[in-house]
């Protein structure tokens, strides 16, 4: 469970799982601080953050040698189709492998957790207390 509490500073938020603690905010323009990630933000660093775990897992479990795992990812609103998400990504994955192996851990690395997430339909329910 994550608590977002409020802190002095307007729209500067601190995020606990009751054992670790980070930040949010939004830019100056917007009224906050701009010393945080932007809650869109945090959300596209945790899908960015779970693929590139995935990628060292297959490439792991694979015993594929790489050196290094780099995902850049962003998002914007479709432009096609309302209320849609659209999320883009670019894997580097940099070793000794074929494209070959390149592209099936990459495709793998799809099925990620957050990815998953992302895909499934969503209900936002309030409860009253945990």
């Given at each position: 469970m994550i608590t977002s509490t409020s802190t002095d500073e307007n729209y500067v938020i601190e995020l606990s799982d009751?054992?670790?603690i980070s930040h949010a905010d939004v830019p100056e323009e917007s009224g906050g601080q701009n010393k945080y990630q932007r809650p869109g933000d945090i959300l596209t660093s945790s899908f960015a953050a779970c693929m590139n775990m995935t990628t060292q897992r297959i490439l792991q479990d694979r015993n594929l040698p790489y050196s290094k795992v780099t995902i850049e990812a962003d998002?914007?609103?479709?432009?096609t189709e309302d209320n849609r998400l659209d999320f883009y990504y670019i894997v580097d994955i940099q070793g000794d492998l074929?494209?070959?192996e390149k592209e099936e851990v990459k495709a793998e690395a799809k099925k990620c957790t957050v990815c998953q997430y992302l895909q499934a339909k969503k209900v936002l329910t309030e409860i009253a207390q945990w």
């Amino acid at each position: 469970m994550i608590t977002s509490t409020s802190t002095d500073e307007n729209y500067v938020i601190e995020l606990s799982d009751g054992t670790h603690i980070s930040h949010a905010d939004v830019p100056e323009e917007s009224g906050g601080q701009n010393k945080y990630q932007r809650p869109g933000d945090i959300l596209t660093s945790s899908f960015a953050a779970c693929m590139n775990m995935t990628t060292q897992r297959i490439l792991q479990d694979r015993n594929l040698p790489y050196s290094k795992v780099t995902i850049e990812a962003d998002f914007k609103w479709s432009e096609t189709e309302d209320n849609r998400l659209d999320f883009y990504y670019i894997v580097d994955i940099q070793g000794d492998l074929t494209e070959q192996e390149k592209e099936e851990v990459k495709a793998e690395a799809k099925k990620c957790t957050v990815c998953q997430y992302l895909q499934a339909k969503k209900v936002l329910t309030e409860i009253a207390q945990w």
